[in-house]
Structure formats: structure tokens, C-alpha cells
């Protein structure tokens, strides 16, 4: 009996304890700060907005579409391998290249309100409802703005290990107790691919159609350190890695590709002065004009 008392009683202390821990606030941790998310063409995006300098003069309204992930990667414990929101990628890089977007990609408020506009249920000043019976949003011909451009495509590849490489070296002493130290190192390589178009909305004639890849490196190096001394042994290691984010990279090429398109609807010369100088159309761009030059 004297058993069961006081196991009753630290059963009691511990559910109280509990439920005090589950009443206290705890402190969540904090990581690094919000920061801006820019891709290395970002900038290049930035520089045609300060051209404005598009055909026919003022810049064109554009729609975004699907860009949907056709590669068919799917993790099982994780799902898909590549980004789902290529297409707000697009209208990212399109609000930093200055273009006028029309939203398409998700028209459900607005068909909503549209709705409730139609019905006379919708008011830009609601707290006079019941007091005007013309408080209601109005309905005119011709007032959702069209545009000139859509964007489409595709996330179209990502392709694993396309190469790797490694090294590893171990020396020490000979016997089985002696010190021995263990060095690896490796890379690999995947790459991920977008095709992009622009289209014409009137005529739904494809303007321009763009491709473009980037490759994803991962590295891992370790080292190790394995002894003993008299009856005591000991194993030692450390060691890191890093891989680029895939889907950082998929934002990467769906920017350079919605860069290539919007310089083509510029007066010429923006790709040569836009691009960042380490990419490759910028050098060749580069190495045409000073070859006429000379």
C-alpha cells in the first residue's frame, strides 16, 4: 500500500510537471535574418529596366503562364526534385527588368470580386451600404488590361551525376594499433535545363523561344584519425559538404532565360551591356565586336 502511495505521488509530480512545461512559453530559436533572394542575372534584369529601351517605345504588359516541372524527378520521402514555382520566378525577374505584368496565373480573387460586382454586392466604400442605393461597383467595358506577351515552357531537365570525381589517401603506421590518418575528398556534378517562349497574344505567333542550363556542383571532404595507446584506442574524424541548391538554380536559368527573351523586345545592345561579364554569350559577345572593331 505504502508502494502504491508513492508511486501515485510521483506520477502526480511528474504529470504536474508536464503540464506546467507545456503552459510555459518557450523561446523559438531565431536564424539568420530575411534577406533578399537575387540570382547572379538579377542584375542584368535591373540593367534593362534602366535601358527602357523596348521596341515601339513604351514597355509591353506580359502575362506569365505554366512553366511546369516536366522532368519527372519525385523523391519519395521528399517529392518533387525541382522547383513548382518556376512561373513566379518569371514574374520576379519580369518585375526587375521593369516589365508590366497582367496577372493570369491565379485569377480567383479577381473572378470573385468580379462576381460579387456583377451582383452588386461588391462596394469600394462598404460602411455606406444601405444609405446609397448606387453603392456598388461598377462594371465598364474594356477595363481588365490585356497583354502583349505571355511566357511559358518548362522545367525541361535535371540530370544527376552527369560527372564526379574523388580522392582518398590513408597513411600511418603498419601495426593495427597504430596512428593512422585518412584524408577523401569528392565532387559531383548535375545540371538543370528550362525552355522558355514568348508568345504574341493577338496572333499567338511564338516571338522568340530560349534554352538555357546550369550545372550544380557538390562537393564533400572528411579526414580521420585512428590510434591507440596502450589499452586505450580512439577514432577521430571531421569533415564537410555542400551542394548548391537546386532550386536556386532553377530561379538562376528561368532569370537568364526571361533575360534573353526581354532583350529581344529591346533595341539591340542591351545583352551586350546587361550581362554579367563572366557569362559565356557575354564574352562572345565581347570577342565579335572587338574582332570587327579591329
Same mark, same amino acid.
Given at each position: 500500500?505504502?508502494?502504491?502511495?508513492?508511486?501515485?505521488?510521483?506520477?502526480?509530480?511528474?504529470?504536474?510537471?508536464?503540464?506546467?512545461?507545456?503552459?510555459?512559453?518557450?523561446?523559438?530559436?531565431?536564424?539568420?535574418?530575411?534577406?533578399?533572394?537575387?540570382?547572379?542575372?538579377?542584375?542584368?534584369?535591373?540593367?534593362?529596366?534602366?535601358?527602357?529601351?523596348?521596341?515601339?517605345?513604351?514597355?509591353?504588359?506580359?502575362?506569365?503562364?505554366?512553366?511546369?516541372?516536366?522532368? =519527372?524527378?519525385?523523391?519519395?520521402?521528399?517529392?518533387?526534385?525541382?522547383?513548382?514555382?518556376?512561373?513566379?520566378?518569371?514574374?520576379?525577374?519580369?518585375?526587375?527588368?521593369?516589365?508590366?505584368?497582367?496577372?493570369?496565373?491565379?485569377?480567383?480573387?479577381?473572378?470573385?470580386?468580379?462576381?460579387?460586382?456583377?451582383?452588386?454586392?461588391?462596394?469600394?466604400?462598404?460602411?455606406?451600404?444601405?444609405?446609397?442605393?448606387?453603392?456598388?461597383?461598377?462594371?465598364?467595358?474594356?477595363?481588365?488590361?490585356?497583354?502583349?506577351?505571355?511566357?511559358?515552357?518548362?522545367?525541361?531537365?535535371?540530370?544527376?551525376?552527369?560527372? %564526379?570525381?574523388?580522392?582518398?589517401? $590513408?597513411?600511418?603506421?603498419?601495426?593495427?594499433?597504430?596512428?593512422?590518418?585518412?584524408?577523401?575528398?569528392?565532387?559531383?556534378?548535375?545540371?538543370?535545363?528550362?525552355?522558355?517562349?514568348?508568345?504574341?497574344?493577338? %496572333?499567338?505567333?511564338?516571338?522568340?523561344?530560349?534554352?538555357? $542550363?546550369?550545372?550544380?556542383? =557538390?562537393?564533400?571532404?572528411?579526414?580521420?584519425?585512428?590510434?591507440?595507446?596502450?589499452?586505450?584506442?580512439?577514432?577521430?574524424?571531421?569533415?564537410?559538404?555542400?551542394?548548391?541548391?537546386?532550386?536556386?538554380?532553377?530561379?538562376?536559368?528561368?532569370?537568364?532565360?526571361?533575360?534573353?527573351?526581354?532583350?529581344?523586345?529591346?533595341?539591340?545592345?542591351? $545583352?551586350?551591356?546587361?550581362?554579367?561579364?563572366?557569362?559565356?554569350?557575354?564574352? $562572345?559577345?565581347?570577342?565579335?565586336?572587338?574582332?570587327?572593331?579591329?
Amino acid at each position: 500500500m505504502r508502494r502504491a502511495v508513492i508511486l501515485g505521488l510521483a506520477l502526480a509530480s511528474l504529470a504536474g510537471a508536464a503540464s506546467a512545461q507545456t503552459r510555459a512559453n518557450v523561446e523559438p530559436i531565431r536564424g539568420a535574418p530575411a534577406t533578399a533572394n537575387p540570382s547572379p542575372y538579377s542584375a542584368a534584369l535591373t540593367c534593362l529596366a534602366r535601358r527602357d529601351a523596348w521596341v515601339g517605345g513604351a514597355a509591353p504588359r506580359i502575362a506569365v503562364g505554366r512553366i511546369s516541372d516536366m522532368t =519527372g524527378r519525385v523523391d519519395l520521402q521528399t517529392g518533387a526534385r525541382a522547383s513548382q514555382g518556376a512561373a513566379l520566378f518569371a514574374i520576379t525577374a519580369l518585375g526587375r527588368a521593369g516589365a508590366p505584368v497582367v496577372e493570369r496565373l491565379d485569377n480567383t480573387v479577381a473572378e470573385i470580386e468580379l462576381n460579387y460586382a456583377r451582383q452588386h454586392l461588391l462596394s469600394d466604400a462598404p460602411e455606406r451600404a444601405g444609405q446609397d442605393p448606387e453603392n456598388f461597383r461598377a462594371i465598364y467595358a474594356g477595363q481588365i488590361a490585356g497583354s502583349r506577351y505571355y511566357l511559358v515552357g518548362g522545367i525541361t531537365e535535371l540530370n544527376y551525376n552527369i560527372a %564526379s570525381s574523388g580522392v582518398s589517401a $590513408q597513411a600511418g603506421a603498419a601495426k593495427a594499433t597504430g596512428l593512422r590518418g585518412l584524408a577523401q575528398a569528392s565532387q559531383y556534378v548535375m545540371n538543370v535545363a528550362v525552355d522558355l517562349r514568348l508568345v504574341d497574344t493577338r %496572333s499567338q505567333e511564338v516571338v522568340n523561344s530560349v534554352s538555357f $542550363q546550369k550545372q550544380v556542383i =557538390g562537393v564533400d571532404r572528411s579526414l580521420g584519425l585512428t590510434g591507440a595507446l596502450g589499452s586505450v584506442g580512439g577514432v577521430g574524424t571531421a569533415g564537410n559538404g555542400a551542394m548548391e541548391p537546386i532550386q536556386a538554380a532553377v530561379r538562376t536559368v528561368v532569370e537568364r532565360g526571361v533575360f534573353e527573351l526581354l532583350a529581344g523586345i529591346q533595341t539591340p545592345g542591351g $545583352q551586350a551591356s546587361c550581362l554579367p561579364a563572366d557569362d559565356p554569350d557575354a564574352v $562572345q559577345t565581347y570577342a565579335m565586336t572587338a574582332g570587327a572593331a579591329s
